[in-house]
C-alpha cells in the first residue's frame, strides 16, 4: 500500500462545476496535510494546507480532512480552464513536518 | 522579495559526468529541501538541510549523491558520474527556521537530461 495515494484521473468538469479531488494516506500519525498545483512543466504551488479534521476554506478551494477515515481531499467550486493542472497530495507521514510524501498527482481538466 | 532561485534551469550531462544543481533560499529562510520528480512519478523527499548541517538525508540514494549548504551561498545538490537514470527534475524548497509546518514554497527546478 502506497503513503498517499491519489486517482492519477484525468478528472474531466465542465467549466463552472466543483471538481473533488481526493487522497488516502496510510499513516495514522500523520498531522499535516497540503495540496500542491502542478501546471506541465512547472514547480508545484502551494494552494492550502489543513492540520484538523473538518473543512478549511480559501477563496473557492477547500479542503477537507476525516482523520478517522485517513483522507483528505480538495474541492474547487466554479472551476475555471486555468485550473487544469496535476493536483499534488502531501502528507507528513510519521508526524515529521519537514519531510513530506507526496501522492502522484490528479490530472484536472476543466473543459469549456 | 525574489523566490527560490534554483540553476541551471535546464543542465544536460553525459553519463559518466557531475552535475551540480544550485538553490538559493528565500531571503531569511534557514531551511533547504531537496526533492526528485522522475517522469510520471510523484515528488520523492531526498534530503533536508539546514546552514552547514544535514538533517535527514534518508530520502538519498547511498552513493553518487551528495548535498550542502553552506555558511554562505546556495546549497548544492551533486550527482556524480550520473546515469540515465538520473534524469528528472530537483525541485529545492525553502522554509523558515521552525515553520516547515505551513508547507514549502519551491523553486522553479532543474531538469537534468543525461544522454
Redesign the interface.
Known sequence: QKE?EQNSGPLSVPEGAIASLNCTYSDRGSQ?F?WYRQYSG?????IM?I?SNGDKEDGRFTAQLNKASQYVSLLIRDSQPSDSATY?C?V?VGG??????????TRLQVTL | NAGVMQNPRHLVRRRGQEARLRCSPMKGHSHVYWYRQLPEEGLKFMVYLQKENIIDESGMPKERFSAEFPKEGPSILRIQQVVRGDSAAYFCASSPAGQSDYGYTFGSGTRLTVV
Open positions: 498517499v499535516s497540503f512547472k514547480s508545484p504551488e502551494l494546507f492540520y499534488l502531501a507528513n515529521t513536518a519537514s519531510k513530506l510524501t507526496f501522492g502522484t498527482g
